[in-house]
């Protein structure tokens, strides 16, 4: 079975651009979510989807959106990047929503922004 | 809000013996907590989930355990080898309406 994929794996824009990035899950996996990985701050939880619908987001500004296609895969923007944006944006789907499962992460969209 | 902790130093051990890793959570318990192994670059890989009501899960030369009093997870590799060299993330769970929460993960590094 193929695993979650991250389109592109590297990025880099200039302040003040936005950003897409997108996540195809593993197949029959209906729930995505999305993670920031920094050396600061560690793994830190963006927003969840199941069945087209965001479930939870975590502290992130509003600036970090996303969305979810009827076929499960997703895709997060980030408007009018900002320095502090450089991370390593993780996708992973699971079976279910919530937590109760495990997650397969993707490879990772690592974002420079200059 | 809810904090896993997990001990920022590297554990350096010789192969052949048991690495023990530490998380400890705050606040009520979770209903999972799991644990996963990130290699530099690469995504995290799941390795084991464990319930609330379990105290102790395994697999293959891996075991969890789970002490709601201590408000601790214990995650064990026995018979540890240099490609066990990682780091190790705990995230706490909790199903329905949730943010999961990881912590800041403990770098194994085995020694032939």
């Known amino acids: 079975k193929a695993g979650v994929t991250q389109t592109p794996r590297y990025l880099i824009k200039t302040r003040g651009q936005q950003v897409t990035l997108s996540c195809s899950p593993i197949?029959?996996?209906?729930?995505v979510s999305w993670y920031q990985q920094t050396p600061g701050q560690g793994l830190q939880f963006l927003f969840e989807?199941?069945?087209?619908?965001?479930?939870n987001k975590g502290n992130f500004p509003g600036r970090f959106s996303g969305r979810q296609f009827s076929n499960s895969r997703s895709e997060m923007n980030v408007s009018t990047l900002e320095l502090g944006d450089s991370a390593l944006y993780l996708c992973?789907?699971?079976?279910?929503?919530?937590?109760?499962?495990?997650?397969?992460f993707g490879p990772g969209t690592r974002l420079t922004v200059t | 809000s809810q904090k896993i902790e997990q001990n920022s130093e590297a554990l350096n051990i010789q192969e052949g013996k048991t690495a023990t890793l530490t998380c400890n959570y705050t606040?009520?318990?979770?209903?999972?907590l799991q644990w996963y192994r990130q290699d530099p670059g690469r995504g995290p890989v799941f390795l084991l989930l464990?319930?609330?009501?379990?105290k102790e899960k395994r697999k293959e030369r891996l075991k969890v355990t789970f002490d709601t009093t201590l408000k601790q997870s214990l995650f064990h590799i026995t018979a540890s080898q240099p490609a066990d060299s990682a780091t190790y993330l705990c995230?706490?769970?909790?199903?329905?309406?949730?943010?999961?929460?990881f912590g800041r993960g403990t770098s194994l590094i085995v020694h032939p």
């Open positions: 464990i319930r609330e009501n379990e």
């Open positions: 989807y199941f069945s087209e619908t965001q479930r």
């Open positions: 992973a789907s699971s079976l279910t929503p919530g937590g109760s499962h495990e997650q397969y």
């Open positions: 197949s029959g996996h209906r729930s």
């Open positions: 995230v706490r769970t909790s199903g329905g309406s949730y943010i999961p929460t």
């Open positions: 606040n009520y318990s979770p209903a999972y």
